[in-house]
């Protein structure tokens, strides 16, 4: 009875996978939008045990990330700049 709950735990179809995937990967968003991980909405949902391990993950993906842009912003610009239909980055 145990496993068949934990096995539908874990399945991408359940609720509470559901929701636990949708407030981690706010955190995860809001460490690379505002490049600071913030703690406190963890443990108003009920994440503060995985904390540690989720600060550290959303710290890498924020570097990675940042680094990206850095080296292929050039390509990601003209990309924009084609998508948009303009061909002056002053248009944008």
Do not use: C
């Not at 968003?29 to 995985?50: A, I």
């Not at 570097?63 to 248009?91: C, F, M, Q």
């Amino acid at each position: 009875m145990v496993r068949t709950m934990v096995e539908k735990t874990l399945s991408y179809k359940d609720t509470v996978y559901l929701l636990l995937n949708r407030r981690i990967v706010s955190s995860i968003r809001q460490q690379l939008n505002n490049g600071r991980f913030r703690r406190d909405s963890l443990s108003s949902s009920g994440l503060d045990v995985v904390q540690g391990q989720l600060e550290k993950l959303s710290k890498r993906v924020f570097l990675l990330a940042k680094h990206n842009r850095s080296v292929y912003a050039p390509w990601y610009d003209e990309i924009i700049r084609d998508s948009l239909g303009s061909t002056k980055p002053e248009e944008m």
